[in-house]
Nanobody, 112 residues
Framework: QVQLVESGGGLVQPGGSLKLSCVAS????????MAWYRQTPGNEREFVAS????????RYADPVKGRFTVSRDIAKNTLYLQMNYLKPEDTAVYYC?????WGQGTQVTVSS
């Protein structure tokens, strides 16, 4: 079974940027789509963005449109999430998702 490892989270001021990475333990090119989700305490995990591995078509949740960009490096089996103009409400644990498989999550905190 493939394993996913996220990195890149941290503390950033409002208006700042972070780039998250998610490395898959093996070739995932046979899968259609990978995604980012996020979760805050007491709430359900919510969809953030996704990308089709072949072709690169993307989808975004409305709250992040125009600020976040999802991308992938096929050769490195790596998924990215570039987050710009961060807001305090973006504070959450961000998870990488490949169908039934989840990473361990990386904390993003937006605070002054």
């Amino acid at each position: 079974q493939v394993q996913l490892v996220e990195s890149g989270g941290g503390l950033v001021q409002p208006g700042g940027s972070l780039k998250l990475s998610c490395v898959a333990s093996r070739d995932v090119s046979r899968y259609l789509e990978m995604a980012w989700y996020r979760q805050t305490p007491g709430n359900e995990r919510e969809f953030v963005a996704s990308i089709y591995w072949i072709g690169g078509s993307t989808r975004y949740a409305d709250p992040v449109k125009g600020r976040f960009t999802v991308s992938r490096d096929i050769a490195k089996n790596t998924l990215y999430l570039q987050m710009n103009y961060l807001k305090p409400e973006d504070t959450a644990v961000y998870y990488c998702n490949l169908y039934e498989t989840w990473g361990q999550g990386t904390q993003v905190t937006v605070s002054s």
